[in-house]
């Protein structure tokens, strides 16, 4: 693996066992808060919409909001305008860990840049973004003009 993308899998993997241990209590596992997170932004929105939204394919999100719907923190209605398609919604017991769930991402974040300057926080930021933009125009059909490169 790239020195560069390892770097990334091993952030995200310990940024779940961090929200794993900080919700322990909740019966959330990690990469189930961004499916909420999404929620509470845009509450109503198609499995479809969310799995685009996340960059998941579609039985990742069925089988995730199936686990959230059983444990009480989503509730999914089929569409007025097309029964075939399901609107996902949060519940009140997702509403309630809201600012809990917020305030994990903010913990998590403020431990990985507590020695960066706000400059260099500023820079990870905005070099992150780009990053991430980059790889999400290739999933939406961007092009790809992969060279290859010099390790990093």
Known sequence: MHPFMRQISITYRCAMRFRENELADTGLNGCQTPYITTLYRQPGISQEEMARELNVNKSSVARQLASLEEKGYIRREPSATDKRILLVFPTERALDLKDRLYRCYADWNTYLTKDFTEEEKAQLFSLMVRVA??????????????????GM
């Open 133 to 150: 933009q980059r790889a999400d125009d290739y999933v939406k059909g961007g092009d790809c003009a992969c060279e290859p490169s010099e």
